[in-house]
């Protein structure tokens, strides 16, 4: 069974950045395909930002330019979130996907273990 722990999250300006952060608790390439998803209330969930088994990143178009996603080897992923903007208020979840995979899917149904999320609220 895979743990997924995400943290990072809080209340910031319109403009400013957060880095979240999606801790494993195993350390192996067949989870290595991480997506990050956020959920604002009375929406569905939305994948943002995913990185594949080989290290290949890809963003929803509403995000691009101004999230990154990395990793620090297999144990932690992080989505680097900059030029904040109130849509962006939502929980913030990272996703594991078990097997080995080129590329990596925004699709929440493609996922197979989830962290318990994170609160990102932008306001001023």
């Known amino acids: 069974q895979l743990q997924l722990v995400e943290s990072g999250g809080g209340l910031v300006q319109p403009g400013g950045s957060l880095r979240l952060s999606c801790a494993r608790s195993r350390f192996t390439s067949d989870y290595a395909n991480i997506g990050w998803f956020r959920q604002a209330p009375g929406k569905e969930r939305e994948g943002v930002s995913c990185?594949?088994?080989?290290?290949?990143s890809y963003y929803a178009d509403s995000v691009k330019g101004r999230f990154t996603i990395s990793r620090d080897n297999l144990k932690t992923v992080y989505l680097q979130i900059d030029s904040l903007k109130p849509e962006d208020t939502a929980v913030y979840y990272c996703?594991?996907?078990?097997?080995?995979?080129?590329?990596?899917?925004?699709?929440?149904?493609?996922?197979?273990?989830w962290g318990q999320g994170t609160q990102v609220t932008v306001s001023s």
């Open positions: 996703a594991a996907r078990r097997g080995v995979f080129t590329v990596c899917s925004l699709s929440y149904t493609s996922y197979d273990y």
């Open positions: 990185i594949s088994s080989i290290g290949s």
